[in-house]
């Protein structure tokens, strides 16, 4: 097992925690923190459940009624295909997904990722299932330099070559993609700058259509990669399963 420690830099923790009748998915990195419950009958969803207790703009956590509205009555098995994600949070979008997808599973599930600060302009970017190597990336910019068998794809044209995969390895390689989009948020230094709009429109706050001038900069960000508190440390899948929203850490 490749063990050696990922340099300062983005960190994102995904929880999947199976249980009888529900299926718990929580997500924590430096700018967000949200869970996602679904409950089912076994073969469908039958109800949605989502929490957002930090996010970088005021409206996020209003996504949580059209999460439900785009997942609640399908079969577990159709809820991977892709419906609708642009005019939800993209994030609790892939939480369901994820849910739904290891709702059979006999136990809980941990990927860990982690996207390095720039050095001479390369990053690397990991993730880890349950503690073991699943991809290892190099970026210059928004181009991908390694592995070979991806080297010179855009890091937003990865879907042919991750529909070659395995499942556990494309489900990896998809999480890892969306992350590394995201850990670039990282190197906006003056953070309360980055303004409305300046943000291209495929997400649920920034939904076509949709006035901006009511969306504003909250939340904080936090370095996991210091040290002293991993993401989601504070998270209690089964608080949520029981109808309680995990505590706000900071």
């Not at 599973?105 to 600060?117: E, L, M, V």
């Not at 592995?147 to 998809?174: K, S």
């Amino acid at each position: 097992m490749d063990t050696a420690d990922p340099p300062p830099g983005y960190r994102r923790r995904i929880l999947v925690i199976p249980g009888t009748g529900h299926s718990v998915a929580a997500l924590e990195d430096d700018m967000h923190c949200m869970v996602v419950r679904i409950d089912h009958d076994g073969t469908a969803i039958t109800a949605v459940h989502a929490h957002t207790e930090r996010a970088p703009w005021n409206v996020c956590p209003t996504a949580a009624q059209t999460l439900a509205e785009t997942f609640t009555g399908l079969p577990l098995a159709a809820a991977v295909a892709p419906r609708a994600k642009w005019s939800n949070c993209t994030h609790l979008y892939d939480l369901a997904a994820l849910a739904a997808a290891h709702a059979g599973d006999a136990g809980p599930t941990r990927f860990d990722i982690a996207s390095g600060d720039p050095v001479d302009g390369v990053v690397t970017s990991e993730i880890r299932r349950d503690g073991a190597l699943v991809h290892r990336w190099q970026l210059d910019g928004q181009s991908l330099t390694a592995p070979a068998e991806i080297a010179g794809l855009a890091l937003t044209g990865l879907r042919d070559w991750i529909a070659t995969l395995p499942p556990v390895a494309a489900e990896a390689a998809r999480l890892l993609q969306w992350a590394s989009l995201v850990a670039h948020g990282r190197q906006m230094t003056n953070w309360s700058r980055f303004e409305a709009e300046d943000m291209p429109s495929n997400c649920y706050a920034f939904r076509p259509g949709e006035p901006r001038d009511h969306i504003t900069r909250t939340g904080n960000r936090h370095d996991f990669s210091r040290g002293g508190v991993e993401p989601l440390d504070h998270f209690d899948g089964q608080a949520l399963a029981r109808g309680r929203a995990p505590p706000n850490a900071y």
